[in-house]
């Protein structure tokens, strides 16, 4: 079994009626990279920044992001990478002071790309070392916890200032970074018809999302039984959102766990994703999964997946 797994890293990741499946992989660290290089992932879908910023009093300045995000694009050689700004916020236990200590309610606070505007200097420093790792290879930027238009405007627009002011100063970057948002906010989902001109690409974060949109704590022992997946509000939003995307021309991954767990697999074929972002550790169980999957008969069967009323209808429907 584990030998079998094995031999899929060589394996292109591809439906058993031959449709191809990008699977890019989620990052945090130099090993992570080293992995998803290995398995044969498309590229980096996620890059979280946070960890830099973890566990120190001093913030990391424009150098040492620039040589941490340059040495991701260098370890996929030539595969895009995707870092997401900084997705800070009163729930993660930093120590450099920049988070507001005291939330009542650290998910729905000051978090992601709101504290990226809110602390100054912040953004512009993450953007312009990012920019600079853009001269060593395809890179893309992701934007978390997107609730409005604004925002990715604001980013779009430092981007280009940032961009020019370092043409000037003699670095070389990229004629163009590919700028994303994170679809975790419903509001950014249900709104996306009135900003998806000015994104160029989406990566749907289910883990946030599924937490916002059912009231559930994604750490609420509690409530696990509640947290998931399977509702049917959930399905209809990332079909919703898979679809607009695709009608505009726009790539759009799934980057929460629920890229990475094969029980998934054939839902979210069958909702239309054709990109996974995924923990290295989860990729070859999904590549196989897919292997498995017949992508038309899946298709046929979506529209009996987007009647389902409860839980039970989707875990039926999965067990088909
Ligand atoms: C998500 O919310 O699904 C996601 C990928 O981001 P994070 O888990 O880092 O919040
Ligand atoms: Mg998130």
Redesign the pocket.
């Known amino acids: 079994e584990r030998k079998e797994l094995h031999r899929l890293r060589r394996e292109p990741t591809r439906t058993r009626d031959g449709h191809d499946i990008q699977l890019q992989a ?1 990052a945090e660290s130099r090993e992570d990279v080293a992995e998803a290089h290995a398995l044969g992932a498309t590229g980096i879908g ?1 890059y ?1 920044t ?1 960890f830099l910023f973890l566990q120190r009093h001093e913030l990391p300045d424009e150098e040492e992001q620039f040589r941490a995000y340059r040495d991701v694009v260098l370890g996929m050689s030539g595969r895009p990478v995707t870092i997401r700004t900084l ?1 800070l916020g009163a729930d993660k236990a930093d120590r450099t002071g920049l988070a507001l200590r005291d939330e009542p309610n650290p998910a729905l606070g000051l978090r992601g790309v709101r504290l990226s505007m809110a602390r100054t200097g912040l953004l512009d420093t993450q953007l312009r070392a990012a920019l600079r790792a853009s001269g060593y290879g395809p890179l893309r930027i992701l934007v ?1 916890m997107v609730t409005s238009r604004e925002e990715i405007a604001a980013v779009r627009t430092r981007i280009k200032l940032l961009g020019r002011e370092l043409r000037t100063q003699g670095y070389e970057i990229a004629d163009y970074v590919p700028l994303g948002a ?1 679809i ?1 906010v419903p509001a950014a989902a249900l709104a996306l018809p009135g900003y998806i001109g000015k994104v160029d690409f989406l ?7 599924v937490q916002y949109l059912l009231a559930a704590d994604r750490n609420n022992e509690a409530l696990v039984d509640l947290y998931t997946p399977l509702h049917p509000a959930v399905i209809r939003l990332l079909r919703d959102v898979i679809r607009l995307a695709h009608a505009r021309g726009k790539s759009v991954a799934v ?3 629920m890229a990475g767990d094969p029980a998934f697999t054939p839902l979210l074929l069958a909702l239309g994703l054709t990109e996974f972002s995924l923990h290295p550790g989860t990729l070859l169980e999904v590549r196989r999964r897919i292997r498995e999957c017949d992508l038309a008969g899946l298709k046929a069967r979506a529209p009996s997946l987007m009647r389902a009323r409860d839980r039970a209808d989707i875990e039926a429907w999965l067990s088909t």
């Not at 990566?203 to 999302?209: A, P, Q, R, Y």
């Open positions: 989620n996620l979280r946070e997705d978390p994170m975790e990566s749907i974060g289910t883990n946030d999302l980057c929460g766990e």
